[in-house]
C-alpha cells in the first residue's frame, strides 16, 4: 500500500460526459501528480500540482482540468468526454523535496471507461 | 517524440537465472532515472533508481547500470523469481532547481518469470 488513495476504482459512462477523479497523497506529501495510461501506452504525464499550485504541465488536452485543494487531495476534472479518453488515470504524490531516490508514490488507479 | 525508449515489450526468463530489461533515452539532461514495477490492477511500485552521477545503483537481487555516453540504462534482476513477472517501467526525471519535476516514462517491459 502506497499511501495514495484514489476514487473511484472504475468509473463507466458515455460520450460527452462530465467526470471528476479524486486523489488523497500520502500524508505530508505535498506534490501531486496526475498521469494517464492508454492502452499500449507507457504512462503521460498530465499535470503536477505543488501545495496548491500549478506546478507543470504535460500533454493535458484543454478538456481537462485539476486543482489541488488546502488538505492537499486533488481532482481531475474530465469533461466532453470522448471514446479515446478511455483509459487507467494515476495520481502519484512525493515529498518534493529532500527525497533521497525521487521517487513518486502512486495510487492504484482510476479506469474510465467512455461509451 | 519519445525520450524514453523501451523497446522490448516483452521478455521471458527461466526461474533462477538473470533478467535484463533495457532502455534507451534521448534527452541528456535528466537528474535520475528510476524503475518502477507494476502489477495488473495496481499502481506503479518505485524499485530502484540511479543519479545521473552514477554507473551502477545496486539493491539486493536488483542492479541498475548507466551508460550516459550511450544514453542507456539497463536493469539486471538476479535470480530471477516468479514473483518477478510484472511490467517494468523506466522512467526519467529532469529536476528544476532543486524541486523535482514529472517522471517520463517508456512503454513498459513485460516481464515472465517462469518455473
Known amino acids: 500500500d502506497s499511501g495514495v488513495t484514489q476514487t473511484p476504482k472504475h468509473l463507466i459512462t458515455a460520450t460527452g460526459q462530465r467526470v471528476t477523479l479524486r486523489c488523497s497523497p500520502r500524508s505530508g506529501d505535498l506534490s501531486v501528480y496526475w498521469y494517464q495510461q492508454s492502452l499500449d501506452q507507457g504512462l503521460q504525464f498530465l499535470i503536477q500540482y505543488y501545495n496548491g499550485e500549478e506546478r507543470a504541465k504535460g500533454n493535458i488536452l484543454e478538456r481537462f482540468s485539476a486543482q489541488q485543494f488546502p488538505d492537499l487531495h486533488s481532482e481531475l476534472n474530465l469533461s466532453s468526454l470522448e471514446l479515446g479518453d478511455s483509459a487507467l488515470y494515476f495520481c502519484a504524490s512525493s515529498e518534493q523535496t529532500g527525497t533521497t531516490n525521487n521517487e513518486q508514490f502512486f495510487g492504484p488507479g482510476t479506469r474510465l471507461t467512455v461509451l | 517524440d519519445q525520450q524514453v525508449k523501451q523497446n522490448s515489450p516483452s521478455l521471458s526468463v527461466q526461474e533462477g537465472r538473470i533478467s535484463i530489461l533495457n532502455c534507451d533515452y534521448t534527452n541528456s539532461m535528466f537528474d535520475y532515472f528510476l524503475w518502477y514495477k507494476k502489477y495488473p490492477a495496481e499502481g506503479p511500485t518505485f524499485l530502484i533508481s540511479?543519479?545521473?552521477?552514477?554507473d551502477k545503483n545496486e539493491d539486493g537481487r536488483f542492479t541498475v547500470f548507466l551508460n550516459k555516453s550511450a544514453k542507456h540504462l539497463s536493469l539486471h534482476i538476479v535470480p530471477s523469481q516468479p514473483g518477478d513477472s510484472a511490467v517494468y517501467f523506466c522512467a526519467a526525471l529532469r529536476n528544476y532547481g532543486g524541486s523535482q519535476g514529472n517522471l517520463i516514462f517508456g512503454k513498459g517491459t513485460k516481464l515472465s518469470v517462469k518455473p
Open positions: 540511479i543519479s545521473s552521477i552514477k
